[in-house]
């Protein structure tokens, strides 16, 4: 492992490739094991698996202290959670999301029948764009559910002020933002409420695991009783409801990463900074940096890639890096409008969607977390210097040695 100086150096060259085994983007982030072992221990003690056991309980209490918000429901992942809210919210017709954003966003609307309709997203930030949303409002609109991509918030106050003024529900998904801060305030008390995952590729995690936020006491309670089937006693169903519930070996995880989340922060910063001080000066690549000042998670290393000024494409930097087992990963793409049923739904999308594209055809998210370090960051960094700097050559070598071996990457199902 080192780093690559010459063209020869590289896998497509016939050199070792830069990692003996894969680096992957999103590999778990892990608190200490002892404090995990003695709280599993604990609950075989207690012999109470689930169902509103003590660790979700303590979970809860420190996600919404974390959050700065009253009340935080957890539940067995971050769509469900998203499920819930919407449902309890009572949100019908068309709801407005962005484009670019993991799928489950707009899954958790169609799911319940709910008609996602997709704005676009700032070019630079790559949340929803507040203008985009206005123009998409129709007398079925009923939501708008704004996403915290890579933890950068969105425009809440913006957005706000549109729901106040047309009558529409507001919700975000914090599910990348747990940890991050707007203006001061942490995610977790804008709109009605916010939902967070703890999926185990996920800044905190709980293996899998989601939660919802919020400050209304009212929503709070129809959200509690509806993740438990809608039981409000032993005999008695309000409504309708699913199984959402976290169990306590998932607390017991999330509890341990939160113990941890302190030395995780440091860890991504560290890397973020590795690799902005690596990637400085390539022509044509920007990564993108949280806002000054405010309080992040570092969870995600954005790269964008100017089709217009950088010499190597983006899907060929990809394949490049993948040669070297870095498997970097073009999040999002090709954006939720040309992923079924969407793609069916709404054939001319396209055409309102700019920046969703644009972003689309942009992003490499690079690995972070506690399976990287400098050494590490600076010989994936080298690979990156390399390709766009020998752009001719690599491209060509990458026609005859990647493209016949792996066919299927360009399809290649998206996750988180
Ligand atoms: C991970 C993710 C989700 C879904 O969370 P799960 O806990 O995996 O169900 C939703 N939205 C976004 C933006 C995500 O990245």
């Known amino acids: 492992m080192r780093v690559k100086q010459d063209l020869g150096d590289l896998a497509i060259s016939g050199g070792p490739p830069a990692f003996e085994e894969p680096v992957h983007v999103g590999r778990p982030n892990l608190g200490p094991r002892e404090a995990l072992f003695s709280r599993l221990e604990g609950v075989l003690d207690r ?62 609307l169609q799911w319940q029948e709910i008609t996602p309709v997709f704005a676009d997203v700032d070019p630079r930030t790559h949340v929803i764009d507040p203008r985009s949303v206005e123009r998409l409002i129709t007398p079925k609109t009923t939501g708008i559910l704004g996403v915290h991509l890579w933890g950068q918030t969105c425009d809440v106050e913006a957005l706000g002020a549109i729901a106040r003024r047309r009558g529409l529900k507001l919700i975000f998904d914090a599910a990348h933002a747990f940890g991050c801060s707007r203006r001061g305030r942490p995610v977790g008390g804008f709109g009605h409420a916010e939902v967070f995952s703890f999926h185990a590729t996920k800044f905190v995690n709980s293996l899998e695991g989601g939660a919802v936020v919020t400050d209304d006491d009212e929503l709070a309670r129809r959200i509690r009783l509806m993740k438990n089937f809608g039981f409000v006693g032993y005999d008695d169903v309000a409504f309708v409801g699913t199984n959402g519930k976290m169990n306590e070996f998932c607390a017991a995880m999330g509890l341990t990463s939160l113990d941890a989340m302190d030395s995780f922060v440091a860890i991504n910063a560290r890397n973020h900074a590795e690799y902005a001080r690596e990637l400085n000066g390539i022509t044509g690549l920007r990564l993108l940096e949280p806002p000054a000042g405010e309080r992040t998670n570092w969870q995600y290393v954005v790269v964008d890639v100017d089709p217009e000024r950088c010499p190597l494409g983006r899907d060929d930097l990809l394949d490049l890096l993948w040669t070297e087992n870095v498997q970097a990963r073009r999040y999002f793409y090709p954006g939720l409008h040309r992923m079924e049923p969407y793609r069916s739904h709404f054939p001319n999308a396209h055409l309102l969607l700019p920046s969703t594209i644009r972003a689309a055809a942009g992003v490499l998210v690079l690995p972070t977390g506690q399976s990287m370090d400098p050494e590490a960051i600076a010989i994936v960094a080298s690979v990156i210097r390399l390709g766009v700097e020998r752009a001719d050559e690599v491209r060509a070598a990458l026609r005859v040695t990647v493209r016949p071996r792996h066919p299927r990457r360009r399809t290649d199902p998206e996750s988180p």
Request: aromatic content about 6%.
């Open 47 to 108: 012999r109470w698996l689930t169902n509103d056991g003590e660790l979700v309980h303590e979970f809860e209490r420190r996600v919404a202290g974390a959050a700065g918000v009253r009340h935080c429901i957890a539940t067995c992942n971050g769509e469900i959670g998203l499920e819930i809210a919407i449902r309890a919210l009572e949100l019908r017709g068309e709801v407005i999301v962005p484009a670019f954003t993991f799928v489950a966003t707009a899954h958790s």
